[in-house]
C-alpha cells in the first residue's frame, strides 16, 4: 500500500469568484472544468497544477459540510486528499489501527474517483480524504 501523492486541496472560500480569478487569471493554472457532486452538496471547479489540483468547493445547500465549514470557519483549506494506490486495503488497514471514518464504505467522488474521509478525530483536527483515481481501471 502506497500514498501516491497530494491529489489536491480542497479550498472552501467565502468568495469563490475571487479565489478562481486569482487562480486562474493572476496564477495563470488551468481551470480543468467543474462538477456538481449532489450526495455532497457541493460544486466544484478545478484547477490544475503540473501533478496535483486545487478544487473549489461551493456548497449547493446552507446546511452541507462544506457550508458549514465557511460559516463556522470563515473559509479556507477544508481538506487533504491524499491519492492511495488501493482504497480498500487502505480502509482496512486504518480501520484495524482504530481510526475512525466518516465513511465506512468508498463512494464516488468528483472527478471519476473512489473517496472516504478519515475523521478529523483521528488526525489531529485535519479532515483527510483519501482518494482511488479510477480512469482507466
Known amino acids: 500500500m502506497k500514498i501516491l501523492r497530494i491529489n489536491h486541496l480542497g479550498i472552501a472560500p467565502k468568495n469563490p469568484g475571487q479565489t478562481k480569478l486569482f487562480l486562474g487569471t ?3 493554472l488551468q481551470n480543468s472544468g467543474e462538477e456538481t457532486v449532489a450526495d455532497q ?3 466544484v ?5 503540473e501533478k496535483s489540483r486545487i478544487e473549489i468547493l461551493e456548497a449547493t445547500e446552507s446546511g ?5 465549514f465557511i460559516e463556522e470557519r470563515g473559509g479556507g483549506i477544508q481538506h487533504v486528499a491524499l491519492e492511495v494506490d488501493d ?3 487502505w480502509l482496512n488497514a486504518l480501520k484495524e489501527k482504530g481510526i475512525q471514518f466518516i465513511d ?3 463512494r464516488a467522488g ?7 474521509f478519515v475523521h478529523p478525530r483521528s488526525t489531529g483536527g485535519v479532515l483527510i480524504e483519501l482518494v482511488e483515481e479510477m480512469k482507466g481501471k
Open 104 to 106: 465506512q464504505e468508498p
Open 45 to 49: 471547479t478545478f484547477f490544475e497544477a
Open 87 to 89: 482504497l480498500d486495503a
Open 64 to 68: 452541507s459540510p462544506v457550508g458549514k
Open 110 to 116: 468528483a472527478h471519476q474517483t473512489r473517496i472516504a
Open 26 to 28: 493572476l496564477l495563470g
Open 41 to 43: 452538496k457541493v460544486h
